[in-house]
């Protein structure tokens, strides 16, 4: 059974001497000043306050860039008395097309009715469900052509805090610039997660993606107890969609980080397990690791795979802006 297998690796951890129950082996031993008892408070290392930033380039998703699919009809010219830009019943019209009635820039588009040249081919193209180049699109990872981007810059935030339940979500969105050189942000998975006596949970798992997982979206993954040592280990099962899933996290260790957004000194090392996730959290599949900085939350991100990563390139939490 896929239990029995996590229960090897739990048990392989619990025969080296000395451990905790629960633990494997320690790596970076030496506890942070102030925390010389061993114990760290999982609060401390996953902030979740209101107007909280992060951004991270991540090679962890594949997204499909979005664009404007063919040319846009303008719809056919009227004199707007009210101005309001809509074409009202009593208003004259130009009857482009000598069908007799009004047609507007939502209407199936006809030869005659004015309309925007994406591409300057001087033809009006039809949506036909796929990019050409001239199409107006949000350039993610910024190879100027629109594809499924893999190099993202990940924004999440904390907009409002609701109290209710302790649940707090966070709001991710990838960035990038559209073709026309302006800014722009497609959505990107939104999560939830608590923090308080019951230990660091990840709710909802990001977006849901079949209609079991709306009325079985299975309980929250616990990333950490409220206070973990050095060994400490946590085990997540049950049903969430199709399948009978799990997650291990680990507390291997204690470490510097450098990215980006600057060095954390003292960052709380977890290695994850997970196992028979499917839909959106497939790609969490595997073995990865995850280093939480005091007072910043989320630096850094590795696995499963050997080219996935997460990097906070910048962040604003509790009043402090990284790097």
Same mark, same amino acid.
């Given at each position: 059974?896929?239990?029995?297998?996590?229960?090897?690796?739990?048990?392989?951890?619990?025969?080296?001497?000395?451990?905790?129950?629960?633990?494997?082996?320690?790596?970076?031993?030496?506890?942070?000043?102030?925390?010389?008892?061993?114990?760290?408070?999982?609060?401390?290392?996953?902030?979740?306050?209101?107007?909280?930033?992060? *951004?991270?380039?991540? *090679?962890?998703?594949?997204?499909?860039?979005?664009?404007?699919?063919?040319?846009?009809?303008?719809?056919?010219?009227? *004199?707007?008395?009210?101005?309001?830009?809509?074409?009202?019943?009593?208003?004259?019209?130009?009857?482009?097309?000598?069908?007799?009635?009004?047609?507007?820039?939502?209407?199936?588009? #006809?030869?005659?009715?004015?309309?925007?040249?994406?591409?300057?081919?001087?033809?009006?193209?039809?949506?036909?469900?796929?990019?050409?180049?001239?199409?107006?699109?949000?350039?993610?990872?910024?190879?100027?052509?629109?594809?499924?981007?893999?190099?993202?810059?990940?924004?999440? #935030?904390?907009?409002?805090?609701?109290?209710?339940?302790?649940?707090?979500?966070?709001?991710?969105?990838?960035?990038?610039?559209?073709?026309?050189?302006?800014?722009?942000?497609?959505?990107?998975?939104?999560?939830?997660?608590?923090?308080?006596?019951?230990?660091?949970?990840?709710?909802?798992?990001?977006?849901?993606?079949?209609?079991?997982?709306?009325?079985?979206?299975?309980?929250?993954?616990?990333?950490?107890?409220?206070?973990?040592?050095?060994?400490?280990?946590?085990?997540?099962?049950?049903?969430?969609?199709?399948?009978?899933?799990?997650?291990?996290?680990?507390?291997?260790?204690?470490?510097?980080?450098?990215?980006?957004?600057?060095?954390?000194?003292?960052?709380?090392?977890?290695?994850?397990?997970?196992?028979?996730?499917?839909?959106?959290?497939?790609?969490?599949?595997?073995?990865?690791?995850?280093?939480?900085?005091?007072?910043?939350?989320?630096?850094?991100?590795?696995?499963?795979?050997?080219?996935?990563?997460?990097?906070?390139?910048?962040?604003?939490?509790?009043?402090?802006?990284?790097?």
């Amino acid at each position: 059974m896929r239990t029995g297998v996590l229960l090897s690796i739990i048990g392989l951890c619990l025969i080296a001497p000395g451990l905790m129950i629960g633990g494997c082996t320690k790596k970076g031993t030496n506890p942070p000043p102030g925390e010389e008892t061993g114990f760290y408070i999982m609060l401390q290392y996953f902030p979740l306050d209101e107007g909280d930033q992060w *951004t991270w380039e991540v *090679t962890f998703f594949e997204v499909a860039e979005e664009y404007v699919d063919g040319d846009s009809s303008l719809g056919e010219p009227f *004199t707007d008395l009210n101005g309001n830009g809509i074409r009202d019943y009593e208003e004259q019209f130009q009857d482009s097309n000598f069908n007799g009635k009004y047609d507007g820039p939502y209407d199936p588009w #006809s030869p005659g009715i004015p309309y925007a040249d994406r591409n300057s081919n001087g033809q009006y193209d039809a949506p036909n469900g796929m990019w050409e180049l001239g199409e107006r699109f949000l350039d993610l990872d910024d190879n100027g052509v629109c594809n499924k981007a893999n190099k993202l810059e990940l924004r999440d #935030s904390i907009p409002t805090v609701d109290p209710q339940d302790s649940v707090i979500t966070r709001q991710g969105g990838f960035a990038g610039t559209y073709s026309d050189g302006t800014p722009g942000t497609m959505a990107g998975e939104t999560n939830a997660f608590s923090n308080d006596t019951l230990g660091l949970r990840w709710h909802g798992h990001g977006d849901y993606t079949s209609w079991y997982d709306l009325i079985a979206p299975g309980e929250p993954i616990v990333i950490a107890r409220d206070t973990m040592r050095l060994g400490d280990s946590v085990l997540t099962e049950g049903q969430y969609g199709w399948s009978w899933t799990s997650w291990l996290s680990i507390l291997e260790g204690v470490e510097s980080v450098t990215v980006p957004a600057g060095t954390f000194v003292n960052c709380l090392r977890f290695k994850s397990i997970a196992v028979d996730w499917d839909d959106n959290m497939e790609k969490y599949n595997g073995v990865s690791y995850q280093w939480y900085a005091k007072d910043v939350g989320l630096v850094k991100w590795t696995g499963p795979e050997q080219n996935q990563y997460w990097t906070l390139t910048s962040a604003h939490v509790a009043g402090k802006t990284y790097p």
